[in-house]
């Protein structure tokens, strides 16, 4: 691969790593297709890479032994895979895969905890990291036990809008159903409704995000707060600006 800059990354904590940490994670990285379903962690097993997403989304599942799935999370280019190993546990209960195809920067297990040991302020941002993605996930839990359906499916939106480039969504029904834990019938409902305000046009396969604004103003006080504190902590914006008529 040849040599990349730290400014021609995308991913935000590749860009928000000291320089010399950065460089011995470039060394060993290895740039990967993301096609769909691509499973880049997989439940109970050694990981023995883990991924800087640079464009494209990845879902982070809980499962129970009675086929029972949620996402618990999502990935984009603010985040990478695999980030229990920061936490020194070899292995997670959930399952990452890939829901939005993109592409990503591949670094060995190995590296990346030597890395992380020579560098104090490299493994407190993947800490901090680890941290906004726990804020992330208390902030899903106070979303379903206070907020209805509409609310919480326009903050996964902003959440998804966020971590993709342009202002179209390739996400199926079947993947937003699996984002907020309800009936595919329950989200294309709820879909209508938005559309029906004119902030968003669905179709089978894609959201576009007509009114960016409008949207924020539906998830009220469900979007926000994680955002903001990733902003804090990472040191790099993760909100889109408002969109009205894309």
Known sequence: MAALGQRDVHNLLLRALPARAF????ADAETIDLPVKHVLVEADQVNEHVCFIESGLASMVASNGEDESV?????GYEGITGSH????TDTTPNRTFIQVAGDGLQVS???????????PAA???????VHCCDIQLAQSALANGR???HERLARWL?????????????????????????????VTNELHVIEGLRV????????????????????????????????????????????RNA
């Open 23 to 26: 460089d011995i994670l470039i």
């Open 85 to 88: 190993v920061v936490l020194k």
């Open 158 to 186: 902003l959440m998804c809008h966020d971590r993709l480039d342009g202002n179209d969504l390739p996400l199926t029904h079947e993947f937003l159903a699996l984002m907020l834990g309800v009936r595919r019938s329950g």
């Open 109 to 119: 297990v190995g590296n990346f905890k030597r890395m992380l040991a020579e560098f």
């Open 147 to 149: 907020y209805n359906m």
């Open 200 to 243: 968003i046009r669905s179709t089978r396969a894609n959201v576009r995000i007509l009114d960016r604004e409008r949207l924020e103003e539906i998830a009220a006080g469900s979007y926000g707060i994680p955002e903001r504190e990733y902003e804090r902590l990472i040191g790099l914006p993760i909100r889109r600006s408002s969109t």
């Open 71 to 75: 996402e618990v999370g999502h990935i």
């Open 123 to 129: 493994n407190d941002l993947f800490l901090n990291y």
